[in-house]
């Protein structure tokens, strides 16, 4: 079992930036593909950054390549999300997930392919 605590969120404005935290217990995460997610009201869950467990991988949403970089510190067991130039639009609850994943390159970008999740952090964005 793996838990997982984010923090870092916040309100920030346009132009600003923030720094996820994802800090994970019960098992190292060196092996574990990471995620990290986000759900606006009314919206699906998305992928914004996803990272295989080698850390030779990475996904990122379109919305966010250029803006979001996804990171992980095994000796620290966390995972970050650097978020730089904010817009409005990335206004939502940001999850981290984890799944233990055999293909040392892929980095999962589905919901659905991730066994672990945090309980959220909001980042609310403003105009």
């Known amino acids: 079992q793996v838990q997982l605590v984010e923090s870092g969120g916040g309100l920030v404005q346009a132009g600003e930036s923030l720094r996820l935290s994802c800090a994970a217990s019960?098992?190292?995460?060196?092996?574990?593909?990471m995620g990290w997610f986000r759900q606006a009201p009314g919206k699906e869950r998305e992928c914004v950054g996803a990272?295989?467990?080698?850390?030779?991988?990475?996904y990122y949403a379109d919305s966010v390549k250029g803006r979001f970089t996804i990171s992980k510190d095994n000796a620290k067991n966390t995972v970050y999300l650097q978020m730089n130039n904010l817009k409005p639009e990335d206004t939502a609850v940001y999850y981290c997930?984890?799944?233990?994943?055999?293909?040392?390159?892929?980095?999962?970008?589905?919901?659905?392919?991730?066994?672990?999740w945090g309980a959220g952090t909001q980042v609310t964005v403003s105009s």
């Open positions: 990272l295989s467990w080698s850390g030779g991988s990475t």
């Open positions: 019960g098992r190292p995460i060196s092996s574990y593909a």
């Open positions: 997930a984890a799944v233990p994943h055999p293909a040392r390159w892929y980095a999962p970008k589905s919901p659905n392919e991730y066994d672990y």
